[in-house]
């Protein structure tokens, strides 16, 4: 059963910065929202203890038995979003919330940890040192499919972040170079297939948005604009707390989710901004420092899987709000507001520390 | 128990990579905020300034104008007016098809008005509508916030309160013109600014127009006004007091109810105009709203042309009234005296062509005075037989004729008084004798405008002192502006005796005769006829073939105080017509001036 030893190794430090960045996200959270912030900061506060507690619990089951339910998890999940396009109601003209009387979910977030498991479940026996085709094949298959789902629904931004997950497989299980060929030719065809008859007109927007950011500065590149006008403005210093006016006289849109940073930015300047990255940068390197203690294959695969998730999303919204990105609406974990994805955030890191805190393995006889 | 590792260095080693890769990408990514918080900096802190900051002009009023009698002739009234603010514009076409929905403008016009005012400051506010109804403040009120970009203000607007009457002296505004503003940088004009596009708010704009205000406040992202930062208060045009006396000037235009024509009636001491008429008139009201274009064209095409501002603008032959300067160029050329005389027959042959006298049974032998008492077309085609027409011109020019009078109204026309020289440049031909005698009874090419006329009255009023017309009153040290003729006031006097006569010993002039007031005047008629309004009076059903009425005269002989000049467009003759309203026009100057 339970060995005690293994509660000595939880990883409280990374924890704890988890606590931080998500603090920090309330504390501008509150300086964002123009009208009744109190209940924002309130509801996201509960959300940080549920997701608290929720990693507690993760923590108790062992990554390996987690990995037992890998399949059958990531079966339901595509069963769920699948049902969600055909049953499910639009919220906010997206298909993307289970909505359970007053209680409100989003499958998308909790498919990308039934991806992870399912992938580390696949890969922990794989020990080849170069993908086979078969491994390719498969692992793209295992990310397209709820990939496709998501982006139906339409949740472009929330599809794009199973990307990255993708792609840690690619460089763990060493990805040959034709397949990169492979990989580029298919891309090119989405891109052009998706272009043309997939992407929204919205969509295309932002992406032209990227390439020309002023042709059109009351729409997409609008919310680029005041972005950079809000961080900007801060200067070194910044302008104080609640006193950026980009965010006080809601220029800046989704302020308190896309681009909370701008705010951070806008109020405490580049320092503020400095901290937080150093602060983010400690966070990630201690995530993807939990590779080297793993006890197995499959560990390394939640480790580095979950890392690059995270990661990868931060630096997507941070290139993103100043315009090296296009605006794709993917928050920044922990720091943005949003409590299925507090949820799930908390819920992927814990991943990451239950296998540190397995490190030692046991031989059975 | 033994611990058995798998060998996971391999993917350890990727792992590590990725990890720098990150780091270095997150170290370009904290490169590109640096450029932008601290190398960009100044740039980006005034791009959020101009984007919280909203600065809206408070509209100046004009300075009222009043009559002499310190009544208010141009009034300032609240109007609501809108404005689309471009700044808050999202989407340019949407936009501007949804605001002509809300306020029932065509949607083309609005485009093109906004295209119009595209080159102006970036975020100036373009007005689309003005005077509005409180039913469509109340609509826009309403709507505020579907419309954030609709901005409504309050503006003072002009107002005349007597709407036709003094119209000509008054002027009126319109919209400044994009041309207007690109030639003229310094005025500062705002696009859709009121300006004084005639007469005295024309002449006077720049004396009337105050300076505007300035408002600064913070908006929202949505335009809403958060509270003001500044406020620079408007600070209101100067006041004008004009020499016009209302009493005078509206009976003046009474007189030519349903008439075209002009009266003047000026003071020949200072030169100021107490009525101004140019009839028919219009209502200067009706210009203030900057959209309305068809309303503009009904009265611009109007064949009576109401716009036109006929006291200094209308040209017209002065007929017998030119006999004066003849007569005066005859005596100060020593050609005759008083009291040379000669016959009328009712006709005479000269150059072996027949010269009629207006009056057939003919008036005998007469002397000078008598002469203009009966305006004897005979006795001055004698006189213009004998002179020479470049010496009836010099003298012409002297008494101010050909020139514009210099009066305070923009616009003024010379007029035309023929000489060799003018004829050779202007038809290439050389001056015949014959058309001497033409131009000694006013008649030929000579050209005057009203305003002429009353400035030659004045000035003989005044025994060869000119004095320049105004219609803005003199006021503390100011002092009329004259101008010496340099000739004989014996002269003045002998020609005044004869128009003493025409109006006080049954002459021509005897129409505007009114007892116990020594009016001096002469009568004038001529035969000019546009055949377009011969068609227009024949539609009316009226006699075509009528004559231009003139009378011009000033009371009392002595000391005069008043000059007063009538021009009746087809009114048929001099004494018919013109001298009676003249009369009328003393005898109300008599009895509110003379005591």
């Known amino acids: ?365 | 128990m033994a611990k058995i590792y798998e060998d996971l260095s391999q993917l350890i080693k990727r792992s590590r990579l990725t990890l720098i890769i990150f780091s270095l990408l997150l170290f370009l990514i904290l490169a590109f905020y640096w450029k932008i918080q601290i190398l960009d900096h100044q740039k980006y802190w005034k791009m959020a300034e101009a984007n919280h900051l909203r600065s809206l002009p408070l509209p100046a009023p004009r300075g009222l104008i009043y009559d002499c009698q310190r009544i208010i002739l141009a009034d300032n009234q609240p109007s609501f007016k809108v404005s689309l603010l471009r700044e808050s514009i999202k989407n340019d076409s949407q936009t501007i098809e949804r605001v002509s929905q809300l306020l029932n403008l065509r949607t083309e016009e609005l485009k093109a008005r906004m295209d119009r005012y595209r080159w102006l400051q970036t975020y100036g506010p373009v007005i689309i509508k003005d005077n509005l109804k409180l039913e469509e403040v109340a609509l826009i009120e309403a709507r505020r916030e579907e419309f954030p970009e609709l901005q409504l203000q309050v503006e003072p607007r002009r107002y005349y309160p007597f709407e036709t009457t003094a119209a000509h002296v008054l002027g009126y505004l319109q919209e400044v013109s994009a041309e207007e503003i690109k030639n003229n940088p310094y005025k500062k004009w705002r696009g859709g600014e009121m300006i004084g596009k005639a007469a005295v708010e024309k002449q006077y704009d720049d004396y009337l127009t105050g300076q505007d205000g300035q408002l600064i406040e913070t908006v929202d992202s949505l335009g809403r006004s958060l509270g003001e930062v500044n406020r620079i208060e408007p600070i209101k045009g100067q006041d004008l007091v004009l020499s016009i006396d209302l009493d005078l000037q509206k009976k003046a235009e009474e007189l030519l109810e349903g008439k075209e024509g002009a009266i003047i009636v000026l003071e020949p001491g200072s030169g100021e105009c107490l009525a101004w008429v140019s009839s028919p008139s219009y209502d200067p009201n009706r210009f203030i709203t900057r959209f309305s274009p068809e309303e503009w064209l009904s009265i611009i095409n109007d064949s009576a042309r109401p716009l036109e501002n006929r006291v200094i603008r209308g040209q017209y032959s002065p007929g017998s009234i030119f006999k004066v300067v003849t007569a005066l160029t005859s005596l100060e050329t020593g050609l005759i005296t008083d009291r040379t005389a000669f016959f009328c027959s009712g006709s005479i042959n000269l150059y072996g062509k027949e010269f009629a006298c207006w009056f057939k049974p003919g008036h005998g032998l007469l002397n000078l005075p008598e002469a203009l008492k009966n305006s004897c077309n005979v006795y001055f085609y004698q006189l213009g037989r004998r002179l020479n027409v470049d010496t009836i011109a010099r003298y012409a020019r002297t008494l101010g004729l050909g020139q514009i009078t210099g009066v305070d109204m923009p616009g003024e026309k010379e007029g035309l008084i023929p000489s060799s020289d003018w004829k050779k440049k202007n038809q290439g031909e050389a001056w015949y004798p014959g058309e001497t005698i033409s131009v000694a009874i006013g008649q030929g090419p000579v050209l005057v405008t009203p305003l002429q006329v009353a400035a030659l009255t004045a000035c003989l009023a005044n025994r060869g002192i000119k004095v320049k017309p105004r219609v803005t009153r003199l006021e503390g040290k100011m002092e009329a502006v004259k101008d010496k003729t340099g000739l004989n006031p014996e002269t003045f006097e002998k020609i005044i005796e004869g128009m003493w006569r025409s109006v006080n010993a049954s002459g021509t002039g005897h129409g505007a005769y009114q007892p116990g007031f020594d009016i001096c005047g002469k009568t004038g008629s001529t035969q000019v006829i546009s055949r377009e309004k011969a068609e227009r009076m024949i539609k009316r059903g009226e006699e075509p073939a009528k004559t231009h009425s003139w009378f011009t005269g000033f009371a009392p002989r002595y000391q005069p105080q008043v000059v007063v000049t009538v021009l009746v467009e087809f009114g048929g003759m001099g004494g018919q017509t013109a001298a009676p309203i003249a009369g009328q026009m003393f005898k109300l100057y008599r009895e509110k001036y003379v005591r």
């Open chain 1, 1 to 365: 059963m339970l060995d005690r030893r293994i509660f000595k190794e939880i990883d409280w430090t990374t924890i704890l910065l988890m606590v931080v960045i998500s603090i920090i996200g309330i504390i501008f959270v509150h300086s964002a929202i123009y009208f009744q912030a109190s209940k924002y900061v309130w509801k996201q506060s509960a959300w940080l203890v549920v997701s608290l507690l929720a990693l507690l619990i993760l923590l108790v089951i062992d990554y390996k038995v987690l990995l037992s339910f890998a399949f059958p998890l990531y079966i339901l999940m595509n069963i769920i979003l699948a049902g969600l396009l055909i049953f499910g109601k639009p919220v906010a003209n997206t298909r993307s919330w289970l909505v359970f009387g007053p209680f409100q979910f989003q499958p998308s977030e909790l498919t990308k940890l039934a991806v992870i498991l399912f992938l580390a479940r696949l890969f922990s026996d794989y020990k080849e040192d170069r993908m086979s085709f078969k491994a390719f094949f498969l692992s793209s298959a295992i990310v397209g499919l709820p990939f496709i789902l998501i982006a139906l629904q339409p949740d472009l931004g929330t599809a794009l972040t199973l990307i990255p997950v993708l792609l840690g497989t690619y460089i763990l299980a060493g990805l040959p170079k034709k397949y990169l060929v492979v990989i580029l030719i298919i891309s090119c065809l989405v891109g052009f297939i998706g272009w043309n008859y997939g992407l929204k007109d919205y969509q295309k927007k932002r992406i032209e948005t990227l390439l020309v950011p002023d042709q059109d500065p009351r729409g997409a590149g609008y919310q680029l604009k005041q972005s950079r006008i809000a961080l900007g403005s801060g200067g070194l210093t910044g302008k104080g707390y609640h006193k950026g006016t980009q965010s006080q006289l809601r220029f800046l849109p989704a302020r308190h989710n896309d681009f909370i940073l701008a705010v951070i930015g806008e109020d405490l300047g580049f320092l503020g901004i400095l901290a937080v990255f150093l602060i983010y940068f400690i966070f990630l390197f201690r995530l993807f420092s939990a590779v080297q203690v793993s006890p197995d294959r499959a560990g390394v695969y939640i480790a580095f899987l979950s890392a690059m998730l995270i990661g990868c999303q931060f630096m997507i919204n941070i290139m993103m709000i100043v315009g090296l990105f296009p605006i794709t609406g993917i928050p920044i974990p922990f720091l943005s507001y949003g409590g299925s994805s507090l949820l799930t955030n908390f819920l992927i890191a814990g991943l990451v520390i239950n296998v540190k805190m397995r490190r030692f393995a046991y031989v059975r006889f």
